[in-house]
């Protein structure tokens, strides 16, 4: 399969701040991510990426507020598949996320999102959105891997 063979127009959700939301947010975009011919080991990171991603959205943007939702957006762009992921919570500066690999955030229980969806992605940028939200969007390259699959 030619790269991005499948995949015409780009994957647009607007879903609620819901767990549920996580998964299905998961599954379209993988989904979409097969079609545009990722291989396994892409997938799997990307799936991981949206999954923490989400998370943040719902949990900690949103905060589980049914009159809010979570967008999320997914297309190719340059050889790459770009994951845009918004909410309508306070916003976060990137800036002011604590490492978790700090001594002190070791034990904590949240607070690896961030630091995993830069290590399962090739790039990633936080920005606040008016009049509230974040919008993160996150870029993903096809691997070796993939491009022999394709």
């Known amino acids: 399969m030619s790269s991005g063979q499948k995949v015409d127009k780009p994957l647009v959700l607007s879903l609620e701040s819901a767990l549920e939301s996580v998964d299905h947010a998961e599954e379209e975009v993988v989904r979409f991510a097969t079609e ?25 943007g949103n905060q589980y507020d049914p ?15 770009v994951i845009t992921i918004t909410d309508e919570g306070a916003g976060f500066e990137l800036t002011e996320v604590p490492d978790p690999l700090a001594q ?6 949240s ?17 606040r959105r008016e009049p ?15 491009d022999q699959q394709s």
């Open 36 to 60: 545009a011919g990722f291989g396994e080991e892409d997938l799997q990171k990307v799936g991981m990426a949206v999954r923490e991603c989400m998370v943040n959205a719902v949990l900690h």
């Open 132 to 146: 509230q939200g974040t919008e993160v969007r996150m870029v993903k390259y096809r691997t070796e891997e993939s």
């Open 104 to 109: 002190e955030n070791l034990l904590r229980h």
């Open 111 to 127: 607070g690896r999102g961030i630091f995993l969806i830069r290590a399962f992605m090739d790039d990633l940028k936080v920005q």
């Open 67 to 81: 009159e809010k939702r979570a967008g999320v957006r997914a297309e190719l762009q340059n050889g790459g598949l």
